[in-house]
């Protein structure tokens, strides 16, 4: 049985979600990283566009890059756009790198995005976290477990 998650970090304005992480992951750990991004960047995500649903993030010499994530280019942008689907450097303490390293290498775990989001003070941030993929009976588990709560809640409404 998976244990109960952390408090969630202060997410003024979430612009990307991966749902789909936490139906293929047990996530144990998570950490909130900030984001390197190009001005025309961060204009794209503030209008609310952007998909982290098939990326992923490794460890490259002491510096973790965010792979594969999807910010289209913004609309009103000149020659001096952003590529849609480059490397993006994600920012850290050098002691929370080392950890996640470690994590990475003795545990086997992975280091999968979960949101990208806008912080109370307008800070583009990432939520990651390092996850231990489901096996086909854990995901199984999980659909049975979401059913019964749709279910119990249609009782509950409908004899409360």
Do not use: C
């Not at 952007?50 to 490794?58: D, M, Q, R, V």
């Not at 001096?80 to 002691?95: G, I, Q, S, V």
């Amino acid at each position: 049985m998976a244990r109960d998650l952390p408090a969630p970090f202060d997410k003024a304005k979430v612009v990307a979600e991966n749902r789909r992480a936490r139906f293929d992951y047990f996530v144990e750990e998570r950490f909130e990283a900030g984001i390197q991004l190009a001005g025309t960047e961060v204009k794209a995500l503030r209008q609310g566009e952007g998909s982290i649903a098939e990326s992923y993030a490794t460890i490259d010499a002491e510096e973790v890059w965010l792979i594969n994530s999807h910010i289209p280019e913004y609309s009103h942008g000149n020659r001096l756009n952003h590529e849609p689907r480059r490397k993006r450097k994600l920012l850290l303490k050098a002691r929370e790198i080392s950890k996640l390293h470690g994590a990475i290498t003795r545990q086997g775990l992975t280091l999968v995005p979960l949101s990208i989001y806008f912080n109370a003070t307008g800070r583009a941030k990432v939520e990651i976290a390092l996850a231990r993929g489901k096996k086909v009976h854990d995901k199984r588990e999980t659909i049975k477990q979401r059913d019964w709560k749709r279910d119990q809640q249609r009782l509950l409404r409908q004899h409360g």
